[in-house]
């Protein structure tokens, strides 16, 4: 069974970066798409990009510019970085799986609240 589960501080402030990792059991990171979505409060998901199995990281075009998506393998681990952060960022954000070829996300994190604000 594959978890995921995402950790990182809930308050960010305006101008700041938001870091978020991602620590996944039952499963390597080395395979398969691992990406980040969230969900600002009261509207839909969001998908921000993910790391493919060849550690090539793919980008929302809306984010592209302060998103960064890394991995470290000896951790088992995924991390997203989004740079000059404002309060529109605040949103719950997921970790999750996709496997190569699918259209699915078929493993999920609980998600983890960030708020921007000073």
């Known amino acids: 069974q594959v978890q995921l589960q995402e950790s990182g501080p809930g308050l960010v402030k305006p101008s700041q970066t938001l870091s978020l990792t991602c620590t996944v059991s039952?499963?390597?990171?080395?395979?398969?798409?691992w990406s980040w979505i969230r969900q600002p409060p009261g509207k839909g998901l969001e998908w921000i990009g993910f790391?493919?199995?060849?550690?090539?990281?793919y980008y929302s075009p809306f984010l592209k510019s302060r998103t960064s998506i890394s991995r470290d393998t000896s951790k088992n681990q995924f991390s997203l970085q989004l740079t000059s952060v404002t309060p529109e960022d605040t949103a719950l954000y997921y970790c999750t799986r996709r496997v190569a070829g699918a259209t699915l996300y078929d493993y999920w994190g609980q998600g983890t609240q960030v708020t921007v604000s000073s």
């Open positions: 790391i493919s199995n060849s550690d090539t990281g």
């Open positions: 039952g499963g390597s990171i080395t395979t398969n798409y």
